[in-house]
Nanobody, 128 residues
Framework: QVQLVESGGGLVQAGGSLGLSCAASRHTFSNYVMGWFRQAPGKERVFVATISRSGGNTYYADSVKGRFSISRDNAKNTVYLQMNSLNPEDTAVYYC?????????????????????WGLGTQVTVSS
C-alpha cells in the first residue's frame, strides 16, 4: 500500500558517518511501524533498527547499537537512519520497510515477516 524509496547511500571511510532516508508515498505514514534491514553479498537480510509509529520507541540490533540511530518525521513521511562509527562490516544494501496499521503506538517489530512493504534498497559501502 505504501511506496518506499531509500536514499543517502554511498561510499564512506571507516569511522565515518552516513545518513539514510526513506521517503513514503502516503499521508498515513504515521500509522506504520518502520524498520531498517540490511543485506550483505551472499548473506541473508537481517534486522538493523525499528521505530514505533510516533517515534517514541526504538530497538536496534546488537551489531549497530550505540552507533546507529533511527528517527522519523511523520510530517515529511520520512524515516531516517543515522549511521556513525561505520566499519567495513556495515557494508550492505540497506532496505527500508513498513508494517501497516498496527494497533498500538508503542509497537516495534524486528522480524522481517512483520513488514509488508519494502523499498528497493540503497547501497552503503564502507572502506577500510
Amino acid at each position: 500500500q505504501v511506496q518506499l524509496v531509500e536514499s543517502g547511500g554511498g561510499l564512506v571511510q571507516a569511522g565515518g558517518s552516513l545518513g539514510l532516508s526513506c521517503a513514503a508515498s502516503r499521508h498515513t505514514f504515521s500509522n506504520y511501524v518502520m524498520g531498517w534491514f540490511r543485506q550483505a553479498p551472499g548473506k541473508e537480510r537481517v534486522f538493523v533498527a525499528t521505530i514505533s509509529r510516533s517515534g517514541g520507541n526504538t530497538y536496534y540490533a546488537d551489531s549497530v547499537k550505540g552507533r546507529f540511530s533511527i528517527s522519523r518525521d511523520n510530517a515529511k513521511n520520512t524515516v531516517y537512519l543515522q549511521m556513525n562509527s561505520l566499519n567495513p562490516e556495515d557494508t550492505a544494501v540497506y532496505y527500508c520497510a513498513a508494517a501497516g496499521y498496527v494497533a498500538s503506538d508503542s509497537v516495534i517489530y524486528w522480524h522481517r515477516e512483520r513488514y509488508n512493504n519494502w523499498g528497493l534498497g540503497t547501497q552503503v559501502t564502507v572502506s577500510s
